[in-house]
């Protein structure tokens, strides 16, 4: 009898604040290239590259992706880092994820942006070998040469595939580059529109909407003279 395959789950971290479309649209387009079976989004409790008191509080970021996600079957949020509290370092939830579904062929999803810093990573050699890696970008950037992107420290670790543009670990493990449909939209942007009075509607899913004008997130609180 034919051994099931193992399950594969794709992990795309972020600070979520707050979760957009071009969140929902970058996940759907792995998931689908690379067979992913499930992907985890795991909003971070304190992001270690970010000033942690201009993030909003991280049961609000939980909160929107659990509703944004509503009704997909293949999306899932998970409080791994929050309830861990502490800084957000992915080594760490990669080994938590490897106890808590073992077996599991693990994929982590990073834009180009992070795995260019990602020699400032927390235990980054070892990183490497916990998962797959995609790097994920938008055209017009031209497809990046990945050899050229991982950490000195690391690169004897890995055989480059010059005609794949794919990187092998040691470990077995891959990096891939995916370039992801070009839908330019940003946490920032949405942050920077509701403070200044504008509309999200579109950027952000309905039921995101929503809840950041309940919980008046993102405004300009107003001074009393």
Known sequence: MRAAAPLRI?????????????????????REAYSLDR????PSAVP?????????????RLAMVKLA???????EASAIEINRRGRSYSV????????????????FLIGIDAFREIATW?????????????????????????????????????CYRAKTNVLEHVSGHRIWFHRLRDLDISASD??????????????????????????DLYRRKRTTA
């Open 10 to 30: 794709g992990i795309l971290g972020g600070t979520f604040d707050p979760i957009h479309t071009a969140h929902l649209r970058c996940a759907e387009e792995i």
């Open 69 to 75: 996600i509503r009704g997909a079957r293949h999306f």
């Open 48 to 60: 270690p590259h970010k000033h942690s008191s201009r993030v909003t509080p991280a049961a609000h």
């Open 122 to 158: 927390k235990e980054v050699r070892s990183l490497f070998h916990l998962c797959d890696i995609v790097v994920m970008s938008r055209p017009p950037e031209p497809v990046p040469r990945l050899s050229r992107l991982v950490p000195v420290v690391a690169r004897e670790d890995f």
């Open 39 to 42: 992907i985890l989004f795991i």
């Open 190 to 215: 949405i942050r920077q529109r509701v403070a200044d009075g504008l509309s999200i509607r579109y950027l952000v899913p309905a039921a995101v909407q929503a809840y950041i004008e309940r919980h």
């Open 92 to 107: 760490d939830t990669l080994r938590a994820l490897q106890t808590r579904y073992r077996g599991a062929a693990l994929t």
